[in-house]
T-cell receptor
């Protein structure tokens, strides 16, 4: 079984500063990788995903994540954060059909953008 | 609007009471699931279903029952509420368990058991 580790439970950052939210997973076999965002008092929304192809994937609101197979990581980055980015961010990993079809969430990272 | 609808949004129960959390989706998703979210523990899978008539246990199934009589509905039943079941509950659906098109989440049910 996979495990998904988000080492930072809380990340405070000043507005317009860069941010990186870290995500590591346990198994190097074939996986699909996701980042979800949860705004206060709402359900989770898909932010971006890696299925195959280019290891760098982007979201429509300026976030990007890079799949690093050797490091088993999928860190989320944004070069300049806004107040509206304050939210909880969840990394998620899915096994592929060849490896069991399981889906796992990390424990989340709370991003707080400080004016 | 297409999506996942959860009711109620808030509920207070007394210990020992039973209740059903409702979840409905109109996207013809085969896969539906229930999660609970607790501070510092992320989302934990309670039960899931890969299609009408098929359900299975997740990580924390004790104290909960589910059924899936239609593709659209996936209710979660608390048999005898306990304070440990105080949590925020989310229903999510997808075309498949892998979620390669993304999971669609409901807005949640905040449950307090006193």
């Amino acid at each position: 079984a996979q495990s998904v580790t988000q080492l930072d439970s809380q990340v405070p950052v000043f507005e317009e500063a860069p941010v990186e939210l870290r995500c590591n997973y346990s198994s190097s076999v074939s996986v699909y990788l996701f980042w979800y965002v949860q705004y206060p008092n709402q359900g989770l929304q898909l932010l971006l995903k890696y299925l195959s192809g280019s290891t760098l994937v982007e979201s429509i609101n300026g976030f990007e994540a890079e799949f690093n197979k050797s490091q088993t990581s999928f860190h989320l980055r944004k070069p300049s954060v806004h107040i509206s980015d304050t939210a909880e961010y969840f990394c998620a990993v899915s096994d592929t059909p060849n490896t069991g079809n399981q889906f796992y969430f990390g424990t989340g990272t709370s991003l707080t953008v400080i004016p | 609007n297409a999506g996942v609808t959860q009711t109620p949004k808030f509920q207070v129960l007394k210990t020992g009471q039973s209740m059903t959390l409702q979840c409905a989706q109109d996207m013809n998703h085969e896969y539906m699931s229930w999660y609970r979210q607790d501070p510092g523990m992320g989302l934990r899978l309670i039960h899931y279903s890969v299609g009408a008539g098929i359900t299975d246990q997740g990580e924390v199934p004790n104290g909960y029952n589910v059924s899936r009589s239609t593709t659209e509905d996936f209710p979660l039943r608390l048999l005898s509420a306990a304070p440990s079941q105080t949590s925020v509950y989310f229903c999510a659906s997808s075309y498949s368990r892998q979620g390669i098109y993304g999971y669609t989440f409901g807005s949640g049910t905040r449950l307090t058991v006193v």
